[in-house]
């Protein structure tokens, strides 16, 4: 016997596909909307078609952009350093860089990371786009700001050894104790990762 109307459900179940969204937070919103006042519902919808029909990649460093632009704001900006390209996985990561204001170089989204275990390799990535823009743009760094994951650093790896005979300098970023940390509830991994990249004090 159905519990709940099919439209009801199907909305219930559509959210609870979403990565973070359980059965009971997917109920929620789900009759969050049948309460709510109509123009909430139509304004949701209206920015789900949105994102699909009025967003596409990037052409250089396959960041989001508006449809029909080419380039990002960022890759179209002259106001950014362009000697310096920071590698991420994702869009999202590029957006958690912007925040913090203390980078003002260009990015390369890879959109994923080389996962074995679920089929991704490198040819599912955009690396062979990362190494055709590398013939046409004068990089002096790059910086792989892959997540410390198991597959982020088997990526940034998979990148460094790639990379390294080209006349470039390549760095990582730093990993290890948070700021207002105490050691003691600090993991294994992240202690370990503090010690490696410890450095002189000036």
Avoid: W
Avoid at 49 to 61: D, M, N, P, S, Y
Avoid at 96 to 113: D, M, P, R, S, W
Wanted: proline share 5%.
């Amino acid at each position: 016997m159905r519990v709940l109307p099919e439209p009801v459900q199907k909305l219930v179940d559509a959210f609870a596909r979403l990565p973070g969204v359980g059965p009971k937070t997917a109920s929620r919103l789900t009759f969050y909307l049948l309460r709510a006042d109509e123009d909430i519902s139509k304004s949701l919808a209206d920015a789900l078609i949105g994102i699909k029909q009025e967003t596409e990649l990037c052409e250089i460093c396959f960041n989001i952009t508006r449809k029909g632009d080419k380039m990002c704001e960022i890759c179209a900006s002259e106001a950014r350093d362009r000697d310096i390209l920071c590698i991420v996985e994702e869009p999202l990561d590029v957006l958690a860089i912007e925040k913090t204001g203390g980078y003002n170089g260009l990015y390369h989204v890879l959109h994923g990371v080389i996962s074995p275990i679920e089929g991704i390799g490198p040819e599912d990535l955009k690396i062979k786009d990362l190494y055709e823009r590398l013939k046409k743009e004068k990089i002096n760094e790059i910086i792989l700001a892959t997540n410390p994951s198991m597959e982020g650093d088997a990526t940034a790896m998979y990148l460094h050894e790639r990379l390294s005979p080209i006349d470039v300098r390549i760095t990582r970023l730093a990993l290890g104790l948070p700021v207002g940390g105490d050691l003691e509830y600090a993991d294994q991994n992240t202690l370990l990762r503090a010690f490696a990249g410890r450095r002189d004090l000036d």
